[in-house]
C-alpha cells in the first residue's frame, strides 16, 4: 500500500503516457500494469491543425490518479505557472515538479525544484518533486513538507537503471514520506533493484513506451516491482565473500 | 477582433464575445481544456462572463501523454 497524503494506492508503480507505439497498445499497457496513477504533460492544444484523439479524453477517470508534470519549465515560475493550469482542469491536485536544468543530460535543477515545491506547497498542491539523487537535497526537500520525493536512478530515457543506489539508499533511510524512484527504469531488473532497496515505488514511461512488446513490458513492470517490495519486506540475506554449504556437513556418504 | 491564440494571430469572427463562444467556436467545449486569458487562468463558471477583447493573449491548454 502506498500512501501520498491522504490517497491510498495499491499499486507501487506509477505509469507515464509518453511516445507509445498506438493508442490501442497504450490502453492495454495502462491497464496490465495495474498502475493507478498516471503521469502527463501540460501543452498548448494544436488547435489549428485537425484535432487528434487525446489519451486522456478516453481514460476512465473514477480509476486513475492523474500526476501531471511540470516538463518543460526551466524556472520555478515556469513550473508553478503550469501546475496552476493543471489544477484548474479540476482533475487533479498533485504535482510532479519537474524542473530540467540541463538540456543534454536532462538532470533536474535542484535550486528552481526547491523553490517550485515551496511556491507550490503554499498554494495547498501535493507536491512530488522529481529530484536528483542527492541525500541532503532530498532531506531538504523533505523539511519543506513535500508529499514524496522522487529522486532519478539516472537520466531521463536513458534506461541505465540505478547509478548510485548507495544515495537512494541513504535516501531511502532518513524519508518519513514515500520515496519513488523517478527516471532511468531499463528492465524490470531496475525496478525491482529500486524496490528491493526500499522505496516505494517506481515512475518509469519509456522503459514500458518505448519496449518491442511494450503490454508484456508493463505486465514484466507490475511483476518486478511486486516482487522487489515482496524481497525487501522478507529480508534478503547479507552478502559473504566465500561460500556457505547449504546441505548438511554431516553423515556424507563419500569415505 | 484579432488576438493572440496559442502564440498564433489569428482573426475571430466579431459574434464571438465570450471564452464559451471561442471554445465553441473551435468545437472544444466538449473537450478537457483549460484557458487562461492575459496569463490570468479562466475559471470553467467564468467562460459565459468573462468577455474577450482586441488583442487578449489567449491560450487553450490540454493534457498530452508525458512522463
Known sequence: M????EQVFQSRLLLGTGKYPSFEIQKEAVDV?????LTFA???MNIFEESQPNFLEQLDLTKYKLLPNTAGAKTAEEAVRIARLAKASGLC????VEVIGCQKSLLPDPVETLKASEMLLEERFIVLPYTSDDVVLARRLEDLGVHAIMPGASPI???RGIINPLNLQLIIEQSRVPVIVDAGIGSPKDAAHAMELGADGVLLNTAVSGAKD???MASAMKLAIEAGRLGFEAGRISEKNYGVASSPLTGMVTS | MTVMLNGKEVQIPDHIGSVQ????????HNRIVVVEVNAEIVLKEHYTSLGLSQGDRIEMIHFVGGG
Do not use: C, F, N, Q
Not at chain 1, 33 to 37: T, V
Not at chain 1, 93 to 96: C, F, G, L, N
Open chain 1, 2 to 5: 502506498l500512501k501520498i497524503g
Open chain 1, 33 to 37: 500494469s495495474g498502475a493507478e496513477i
Open chain 1, 42 to 44: 501540460v501543452r498548448r
Open chain 1, 93 to 96: 491536485d498533485m504535482i510532479k
Open chain 1, 157 to 159: 530515457g536513458s534506461g
Open chain 1, 214 to 216: 511494450p503490454v508484456k
Open chain 2, 21 to 28: 463562444d471561442l471554445l465553441t467556436y473551435y468545437e472544444l
